[in-house]
Antibody, heavy 125, light 109 residues
Framework: EVQLVQSGAEVKKPGESLKISCKGS????????IGWVRQMPGKGLEWMGIIYPGDSDTRYSPSFQGQVTISADKSISTAYLQWSSLKASDTAMYYC??????????????????WGKGTTVTVSS | SYVLTQPPSVSVAPGKTARITCGGN??????VHWYQQKPGQAPVLVIYYDSDRPSGIPERFSGSNSGNTATLTISRVEAGDEADYYC????????????FGGGTQLTVL
């Protein structure tokens, strides 16, 4: 079974650092991009960025560039999302998701087919 | 950047058909994907590539995409379909940047 297992809930203080994880299993982890999505309390889904674990090629949404770091360790099939200095506004649920690919004889199309259960991050003094 | 517009809410009686729209400039030229998110749960892919269903998704879920509007249609709506639904495309300037609609809350009356 294809799965993404995310690390547990975190409670942190403003200014602290944090690294959350997303471990893939049941498929070739290095062959699929992994994306990160933020959902603030009561709000919609926001795209943060994506990484290709095969070579750690990483792309960030302009809204999150410089605010977080996305990384991966392919030896343990795990992707990471980290902050160097948390703010109260980082309080949210964070999801990782696998990006799959299809071909329609003309072009590739991409979609997020497997999602982790999410990691709740609470930042409060 | 590309903007997707969804109605904040849609209500439907059990057994009826729900239609959730997703508007975007010439969205018909893009591949649209739909996710269902029930309270306290992670999103689940219900439609990809405009109208394909992943395995395990009931045939009651279907999708279409043309012009400036994509539509998720749920036939014979059940109480268990009550959830938030999000449409998603990839920004044409980068196939690595996803764009989500604001989400539509489906209420089963």
């Amino acid at each position: 079974e294809v799965q993404l297992v995310q690390s547990g809930a975190e409670v942190k203080k403003p200014g602290e650092s944090l690294k959350i994880s997303c471990k893939g299993s049941g498929y070739s982890f290095t062959s699929y991009w992994i994306g990160w999505v933020r959902q603030m309390p009561g709000k919609g889904l926001e795209w943060m960025g994506i990484i290709y674990p095969g070579d750690s090629d990483t792309r960030y949404s302009p809204s999150f560039q410089g605010q977080v770091t996305i990384s991966a360790d392919k030896s343990i099939s795990t992707a990471y999302l980290q902050w160097s200095s948390l703010k109260a506004s980082d309080t949210a649920m964070y999801y990782c998701a696998r990006r799959n690919r299809g071909w329609n004889d003309d072009y590739y199309y991409y979609y997020m087919d497997v999602w982790g259960k999410g990691t709740t991050v609470t930042v409060s003094s | 950047s590309y903007v997707l517009t969804q109605p904040p809410s849609v209500s439907v009686a059990p057994g009826k058909t729900a239609r959730i729209t997703c508007g975007g400039n010439n969205i018909g030229s893009k591949s649209v994907h739909w996710y269902q998110q029930k309270p306290g749960q992670a999103p689940v892919l219900v439609i990809y590539y405009d109208s394909d269903r992943p395995s395990g998704i009931p045939e009651r879920f279907s999708g279409s995409n043309s012009g400036n509007t994509a539509t998720l249609t749920i036939s014979r709506v059940e109480a268990g379909d009550e959830a938030d639904y999000y449409c998603q495309v990839w920004d044409s300037s980068s196939d690595q940047h996803a764009v989500f609609g604001g989400g539509t809350q489906l209420t089963v009356l």
